[in-house]
């Protein structure tokens, strides 16, 4: 490897630490702020827009497992942030659905890198979408991340291999 590659894969390394720090840092805060999780928070900014979603689908727009899912909504009904409901129409069916004191604590507590990223990243034409979408996913096979998902796995999967504070 030359001096120029060598220079470009320590430059990216450099700039992925910078991001890491940057998403640690955010998590923090908002665990500070809103005493929930990155995870949870996801799962309410998923329920955001429309104010109900099923189970599935959240897991699915957030690239997780439905186990996982299902722990952190168990977490936001706990603390009445969420509810879940059946319809009457198909019994089988759980919606899972955004409460009004979940929607105050999103807007009391707003996560300001998520959406400043979102507001920038949505401002960016097409193929540039793209091409970060494609970049961010080639740096994750680099580093072997195809398996890993993308949320922490928490205690209350049943997975964590360390102690950590409730989420």
């Keep these: 490897m030359g001096p120029d590659m060598k220079h470009r894969a320590d430059s990216t390394l ?5 991001i890491l720090r940057a998403l640690d840092s955010n998590d923090r805060a908002i665990a500070r702020s809103s005493g929930l999780s990155n995870a949870q928070m996801l799962v309410l900014h998923a329920l955001a827009d429309s104010g109900q979603e099923m189970p599935r689908d959240i ?6 497992s439905q186990a996982t899912v299902t722990a952190l909504i168990d977490r936001l009904e706990a603390r009445a942030l969420v509810r879940r409901e ?3 129409a198909d019994r089988r069916m759980v919606w899972v659905i955004l409460t009004d004191a979940g929607r105050a604590l999103l807007d009391a507590a707003p996560d300001p890198l998520h959406d400043r990223f979102i507001r920038r990243f949505d401002a960016l034409p097409d193929w540039e979408q793209a091409m970060l979408v494609a970049v961010t996913e080639r740096l994750g096979h680099l580093f072997d991340a195809e398996s890993v998902e993308p949320l922490p796995v928490t205690e209350e999967t049943g997975r964590d291999s360390a102690p950590r504070k409730a989420v």
């Design 14 to 18: 450099i700039a992925l630490r910078r």
């Design 59 to 64: 897991a699915r727009r957030l690239g997780v």
């Design 86 to 88: 059946r319809r009457q």
